[in-house]
């Protein structure tokens, strides 16, 4: 089954404690993302990869970082996680930016995040 | 930059009709596309509009006018089901075509 998939599901975490989101794609995609979703704020975009060892900041970049050393994998580092990383945290890929513009992303079920 | 406005929230009854509004203001301009969220879960693709007019899948149709910088999701025949975050996200070339998503509105369905 095509597919995009995250872990873990649920954290909670305390503040400065490094933690890593995973995101992993069977699909071949090009362009992979991450977003955050706060309430009455939508998706705002943190980090984006167009292709391997290709990333830039979204609208949201501070606090965290990414790498694509390989196709399939979009890790969501967080260093120093702090109180306001506190959120709901999604990976999306597609073939390619454009084709995702187009025909939307396909996104993974999320990942809850508390940083206490 | 990129912005839009939708609505916050939405009420219908079932088997009604509701229209979601979406406005933007961007720069070159590519695409109107739109989103269906249940409760958190994984954000779905709904439906994509470049060029003015509607489009139709199903229950679902979407609108574009590019001159007024205007669009609308509309769902015909409402279900329980259909409950549910929807999202308009605009595409344009200055930001890469990479869509920037509006704050979403929560559709009601009542029975």
């Known amino acids: 089954e095509a597919q995009v998939t995250q872990n873990p599901r649920y954290l909670i975490t305390v503040t400065g404690k490094k933690l890593t989101v995973t995101c992993s794609q069977n699909?071949?995609?090009?362009?992979m993302s991450w977003y955050r979703q706060d309430p009455g704020l939508g998706l705002r975009q943190i980090y984006y990869?167009?292709?391997?060892?290709?990333?830039d900041k979204g609208d949201v970049p501070e606090g965290y970082k990414v790498s694509r050393k390989e196709k399939r994998n979009f890790p969501l580092i967080l260093e120093s996680p702090s109180p306001n990383q506190t959120s709901l945290y999604f990976c999306?890929?597609?073939?390619?930016?454009?084709?995702?513009?187009?025909?939307?992303?396909?996104f993974g079920s999320g990942t809850r995040l508390t940083v206490v | 930059g990129q912005s839009l406005e939708q609505p916050s929230e939405v009420t219908a009854v079932e088997g009604a009709i509701v229209q979601i509004n979406c406005t933007y203001q961007?720069?070159?301009?590519?695409?109107l596309s739109w989103y269906q969220q249940h409760d958190g879960g994984a954000p779905t693709f709904l439906s994509y509009?470049?060029?003015?007019g509607l489009e139709e899948t199903g229950r679902f149709s979407s609108f574009l006018s590019r001159s007024d910088s205007y669009g609308y999701l509309l769902l015909q025949e409402l279900q329980m089901k259909d409950s549910a975050s929807y999202f308009c996200?605009?595409?344009?070339?200055?930001?890469?075509?990479?869509?920037?998503f509006g704050r979403g509105t929560s559709l009601i369905v009542h029975p």
């Open positions: 996200a605009v595409s344009a070339s200055g930001g890469s075509y990479i869509p920037t």
């Open positions: 999306a890929s597609a073939p390619d930016h454009i084709t995702g513009a187009n025909n939307g992303y396909t």
């Open positions: 699909m071949n995609h090009e362009y």
């Open positions: 509009n470049a060029l003015d």
């Open positions: 990869s167009m292709n391997v060892e290709v990333t």
């Open positions: 961007t720069s070159g301009f590519y695409g």
